[in-house]
């Protein structure tokens, strides 16, 4: 995943919300149909040889999903398996919390489980980034994304009994069971993780009370791998 890198001095990286020829209406990911506000294709993180990935067109896909206005990403790792990304306002309950600060009884349960939670990862490169997304009027701009103070969960697909294409040998480990996590599947568990925290929103909101205790301070380096 991400590691969030903090030098002060570095410039924040110019925003761009694709490397394509032009952004696209609309693209399909399995049965549904997206609105992408970013889409990469990231030649150096594709899978070598031939799998179930050699399907998958893009390599990032940033949109806002409909239902629960939270801003949602889909990154391929450095490793080839995708990770999913969903951000959090500063007045959700949950803002703030690390991955392993979060209580279970929450039930946060995308693939495997959080293993990642950081502030805008304004830093990186634009097409490995995990921030806001930049294309719509109400979003941060490049100009002011040192504004950006959303908090960002995840988590990656490449758990026990996922197929890591590029962590050693995919043939032998499709042999042994293992199973590759598509985009299509992806894009699924990234959703419900959404659905799941506008939940938690909710919740917190109808009862008017918070629903959890601030997060516990944390020793140690921030953030998933």
Not at 13 to 38: C, F, S, W, Y
Not at 65 to 71: F, H, I, Q, R
Not at 110 to 115: K, M, S
Not at 183 to 207: C, F, G, N, P, W
């Amino acid at each position: 995943m991400p590691k969030k890198k903090t030098t002060a001095s570095r410039a924040v990286a110019t925003a761009k919300n694709t490397n394509l020829a032009r952004l696209p209406e609309r693209i399909a990911i399995g049965d549904h149909e997206v609105r992408p506000e970013q889409l990469y294709i990231i030649k150096k993180r594709q899978p070598r040889g031939s799998g179930p990935w050699n399907d998958e067109k893009f390599d990032k896909v940033a949109w806002n999903d409909a239902e629960t206005g939270l801003d949602c990403i889909l990154l391929r790792q450095a490793s080839g398996v995708w990770g999913g990304f969903v951000a959090v306002p500063p007045d959700h309950p949950l803002y703030g919390y690390r991955e392993d600060a979060v209580p279970a009884a929450i039930g946060l349960t995308p693939h495997g489980g959080i293993d990642y939670a950081e502030a805008c990862s304004r830093y990186e490169d634009e097409a490995v980034r995990v921030c806001h997304v930049h294309s719509r009027a109400n979003a941060p701009q490049a100009e002011d994304q040192t504004e950006d103070n959303a908090w960002w969960f995840g988590f990656a697909a490449d758990k026990r009994g996922d197929l890591v294409p590029s962590g050693g040998k995919p043939i032998l480990a499709r042999e042994e069971g293992e199973i590759y996590r598509s985009i299509d599947y992806m894009y699924s568990e990234t959703v419900q993780l959404a659905r799941q925290l506008k939940a938690i929103d909710d919740s917190s909101i109808a009862k008017a009370d918070p629903v959890l205790a601030p997060p516990p301070p944390r020793l140690g380096k921030p953030g998933g791998r």
